[in-house]
Nanobody, 115 residues
């Protein structure tokens, strides 16, 4: 059974940085696309960034230049380095993978940007 566990969320001041991690377990072959989404209170879940097994990345426009997605295929782990955080980045951040014919989600990790 595929499981995703996120970590690294927390409270940070505006302008600060956080690094999120998501480790996948229960897989037996290489994961296709890995990504991060977020959902702020009262808003729909939105794309943050994705990365393919070959390392091709895609970012939402508002995250370009501030966030960096990366992955370690040997560890089945995807990372999200978030810099120059803003209060509007406050949300629950969810890990997502496309694996085989399935689309899997983690439970989310809270990121709060506040002074």
């Amino acid at each position: 059974q595929v499981q995703l566990v996120e970590s690294g969320g927390g409270l940070v001041q505006p302008g600060g940085s956080l690094r999120l991690s998501c480790a996948a377990s229960g897989t037996s072959f290489m994961i296709d696309t890995m990504g991060w989404y977020r959902q702020a209170p009262g808003k729909q879940r939105e794309l943050v960034a994705t990365i393919t097994r070959g390392g091709n990345t895609h970012y939402a426009d508002s995250m370009k230049g501030r966030f960096t997605i990366s992955r370690d295929n040997a560890k089945n782990t995807v990372y999200l380095q978030m810099n120059r955080l803003k209060p509007e980045d406050t949300a629950v951040y969810y890990c997502n993978i496309i694996y085989g014919l399935g689309n899997y989600w983690g439970r989310g990790t809270q990121v709060t940007v506040s002074s």
